[in-house]
């Protein structure tokens, strides 16, 4: 078996399947076939998938459509892990991912459903630890302790969110491995980590997959559900800041050409600060919605207003004459090519 992965966290069900169906396009070597997939769900149940070749294109399924995307309460489950690899293992497929829902649940990669000295299955021994009491640590350095030449990595996760991985010292040795483990600063709880061998390229991938997929689906740096309820004003200045707590009110930015030109729709730069919301501004306004901005503009003066209303109305009563009333230059018979030519005949520029 080639890669296990678990997480913890807002939304970890979907997190790892993401990063599963991330490394099946990244990756390459063994995987895209077996995948035995569990969690635990927000009311404490344990859920199991399952799948022997396709990895995750056949590892949810509707009907007789495959590619299907997990259930709700797939994608909701605080605690989820999974083991890949390449196609037909031997079943039962949950040996590789044991789980109690009282308790946690168990991944690794190589041969974590072996036997150890003692007689007993490394993962399920794993899980029994688990289910005394001791953390993810514990458990597993006390059976690779015991194991230092079994054929195994194994990753713990129990029901406090706590995740530890970790290589017997002949994996260790191995030249294919890929490891990472990734937690969110500002979100406790949301951690995800990965073990992996013969899966290339070894070096980057679990870094690619635990932190810009798994862990950026449970804890995104976007958030669409920031919006503004009016206009904010945007003033130059030597960094880029955001007016409004969530609510952006008003924008400084560094940009010179922002504030300087009356353009449309300039980006708010991604990253601003946060200013106080007492702050005044003057400038170019901007509009966002559900984290996007959707409309920007100069700030008028009432004169302005008043100039730009005429000229509109001036454009549009122009426009009307030119096509309704022909050119003389051309006969009137000729109604259909009157319309045509006579639309082309004022060169005057109309500026709103």
Request: with cysteine; aromatic share 6%.
């Amino acid at each position: 078996m080639t890669m296990g992965i678990a997480a913890a966290g807002p939304h970890a069900g979907l997190a790892i399947f993401q990063a599963l169906r991330a490394a099946e396009k990244i990756g390459w070597g063994s995987i895209g076939g077996f995948a035995s997939f569990a969690v635990i769900t927000e009311d404490n149940r344990l859920l199991r998938y399952q799948t022997q070749r396709g990895g995750s294109s056949t590892l949810f399924i509707d009907g007789d459509r495959t590619g299907a995307e997990p259930p709700s309460e797939v994608l909701k489950a605080p605690l989820a892990a999974l083991m890949s690899s390449g196609p037909d293992r031997p079943e039962p497929l949950s040996q590789f991912v044991p789980g109690a829902a009282t308790a946690g649940l168990v991944t690794g990669h190589r041969l974590p459903n072996t036997p150890g000295r003692n007689g007993k299955i490394l993962n399920l021994d794993v899980l029994h630890h688990l289910q005394q009491g001791k953390s993810p640590q514990q458990a597993i350095d006390s059976v690779l302790a015991d194991n230092p030449q079994a054929d195994a990595g194994l990753i713990a996760l129990n029901r406090q969110g706590q995740i530890y991985a970790r290589n017997s010292e002949r994996v260790q040795q191995r030249p294919d491995l890929g490891w990472a483990r990734r937690e969110h600063p500002n979100c406790k709880g949301a951690v995800v980590e990965i073990l992996h061998n013969a899966i290339y390229p070894n070096a980057s991938l679990a870094h690619v997959v635990a932190g810009g997929i798994a862990l950026e689906t449970m804890v995104p740096t976007f958030h669409p559900d920031r919006s503004v309820a009016e206009a904010g004003p945007v003033q130059l200045g030597t960094r880029d800041h955001r007016c409004g707590d969530g609510l952006a009110r008003g924008h400084r930015t560094s940009d010179h050409t922002t504030a300087r030109q009356q353009q449309w729709l300039k980006a708010i730069y991604i990253g601003s600060e946060g200013l106080a919301r007492e702050q005044r501004f003057t400038g170019l306004r901007v509009v966002l919605e559900q984290g996007h901005i959707i409309a920007q503009w100069p700030v008028l003066t009432a004169d302005q207003v008043s100039h730009r209303l005429t000229s509109a109305y001036f454009c549009i009563i122009h426009s009307l004459l030119i096509t309704l009333i022909p050119h003389p230059s051309f006969p009137r018979r000729r109604k259909s090519r009157n319309l045509t030519r006579s639309s082309s005949v004022s060169q005057t520029p109309c500026y709103v």
